[in-house]
């Protein structure tokens, strides 16, 4: 299965050089890494980056982290993907723009 991380571009340039994460601010500040479902990616753009410009969604795949990645109860009481350790950059399976058409970003048609 795959999860999403979106990225703010100094974040992913940081993950690029040190060649893992322990993920944005708000990361840090709960002492694990967010990710989102393909269907719950869209309204965590919504609601924590609303209006920004130049963000990078990443694919990870679930299987490759293991028994570090729980599933906590969050926004609504649904499950969401926690990483409890840093993400390595060789884990992200791939990355594409988020651009902002019309206020919202546009999500890949083809996310699974």
Do not use: C, N
């Amino acid at each position: 299965m795959l999860i999403y991380k979106i990225f703010r571009a100094p974040e992913w340039a940081e993950l690029e050089l040190a060649g893992e994460t322990r993920g944005a601010p708000v990361d840090l500040a709960d002492g694990f890494i967010h990710f989102s479902t393909a269907e719950q990616a869209r309204e965590t753009a919504a609601k924590h980056f609303a209006g920004e410009d130049g963000l990078l969604l990443a694919a990870i795949d679930t299987e490759a982290l293991g028994g570090d990645l729980k599933w906590e109860p969050a926004r609504g009481g649904q499950l969401f993907p926690h990483l409890h350790r840093p993400l390595k950059r060789e884990e992200v399976l791939w990355t594409t723009k988020l651009p902002l058409a019309g206020g919202r970003h546009e999500f890949p048609k083809d996310m699974t």
